[in-house]
């Protein structure tokens, strides 16, 4: 085997231990959001747990505009703390970023097989 070679495999664990670690983060996010109850009142953790879903989804107001049916003001406002999505609708803001986490985690497997 050439240096090449050997050093494309090195890259290649590298690479394999870096998605492994990426998917545990989704899936420990997909938990976190689904343990959220509609019951939940305080703002705080609705913003924390939205913002922690935008970081490891990597997504930014603007990607989320059509997903959430709301305007990119209104999200960066729910990022802020500013405000928060009525007590009823939080549940389904965090249903849809658990859709976006399974599409990644889909998107990986694929990737992993192919």
């Not at 990597?58 to 709301?70: I, N, V």
Request: aromatic share 6%.
């Amino acid at each position: 085997m050439e240096n090449g070679e050997k050093q494309l495999l090195k890259e290649i664990e590298v690479f394999n231990r870096v998605s492994r670690k990426r998917s545990d983060e989704l899936i420990a996010l997909r938990s976190l959001l689904h343990a959220y109850d509609a019951s939940f009142s305080d703002r705080q953790v609705f913003t924390r747990l939205f913002c922690l879903a935008l970081h490891v989804l990597e997504l930014g107001p603007s990607d989320l505009g059509s997903t959430l049916s709301a305007s990119q003001p209104t999200i960066s406002r729910w990022l802020n703390g500013v405000t928060t999505p009525a007590k009823g609708v939080r549940p389904l803001v965090f249903s849809a970023l658990s859709k976006q986490v399974d599409r990644k985690l889909a998107r990986k497997s694929e990737l992993l097989v192919a």
